[in-house]
């Protein structure tokens, strides 16, 4: 079946340390993968993309890769702050299935002073 | 413009009665969709238009829902007869490509 699972559901690290999500997908080969920040009870925000010829794909403190061959991509935030703690969920577009986003569950992200 | 905008915010309503949401996208996105979320879970995808027309609809999308984008510029989402399982977040988002989507805040929907 197709799958794209967030490996943890939490994730809990101190000021200034880099936080590292995880989002591992099966049985899809999209052209590329997109990570959203989600604060409570607000939708979604587009944060990055990467497309399947990039490695990694920097904006300022975020940075993403992405692996075709593991079908893994990871997210990392460094010199994290408070400011960061959100639900940061990854996403694909199935490419011949449609041109919605499938989504994972999401990993929320705490990060403490 | 100041993005996607949603309406209602809430809404309760008791099991069996009809309720409708309205999303109205960026005013440039030719695309808009719907997806569901309920807790603990990512969004799911419901339906898609390009302009007027209504492209793709999820298997969650029961015979119950329907939706509409008349003049390609808002849409509604009606639910028929709800039942408590519609409980959930709906989020309207729009776009102009095939790669970043705006979302909107969302309905959040109570069904007692």
């Known amino acids: 079946s197709q799958k794209i699972e967030q490996n943890s559901e939490a994730l809990n690290i101190q000021e200034g340390k880099t936080a590292t999500l995880t989002c591992n997908y099966t049985?899809?080969?999209?052209?590329?993968l997109q990570w959203y920040r989600q604060d409570p009870g607000r939708g979604p925000v587009f944060l990055l993309l990467?497309?399947?010829?990039?490695k990694e794909k920097r904006k300022e403190r975020l940075k993403v890769t992405f692996d075709t061959t593991l079908k893994q991509s990871l997210f990392h935030i460094t010199a994290s702050q408070p400011a960061d703690s959100a639900t940061y969920l990854c996403?694909?577009?199935?490419?011949?299935?449609?041109?919605?986003?499938?989504f994972g569950k999401g990993t929320t992200l705490s990060v403490s002073s | 413009d100041t993005g996607v905008s949603q309406d209602p915010r809430h809404k309760i309503t008791k099991r069996g009665q009809n309720v409708t949401f309205r999303c109205d996208p960026i005013?440039?996105?030719?695309?808009l969709y719907w997806y569901r979320q309920t807790l603990g879970q990512g969004p799911e995808f419901l339906t898609y238009?390009?302009?007027?027309?209504?492209?793709?609809k999820s298997r969650l999308l029961s015979d119950r829902f329907s939706a509409e984008r008349p003049k390609g510029s808002f849409s509604t989402l009606e639910i028929q007869r709800t039942e408590q399982g519609d409980s959930a977040m709906y989020l309207c988002?729009?776009?102009?490509?095939?790669?970043?989507?705006?979302f909107g805040p969302g309905t959040r929907l109570t069904v007692l």
């Open positions: 988002a729009s776009s102009a490509d095939l790669v970043e989507q705006f």
């Open positions: 049985n899809y080969s999209p052209a590329y």
């Open positions: 990467i497309r399947e010829n990039e």
């Open positions: 996403a694909l577009v199935p490419g011949q299935a449609g041109t919605a986003l499938i």
């Open positions: 005013s440039e996105h030719n695309r």
């Open positions: 238009f390009q302009n007027e027309a209504q492209l793709e």
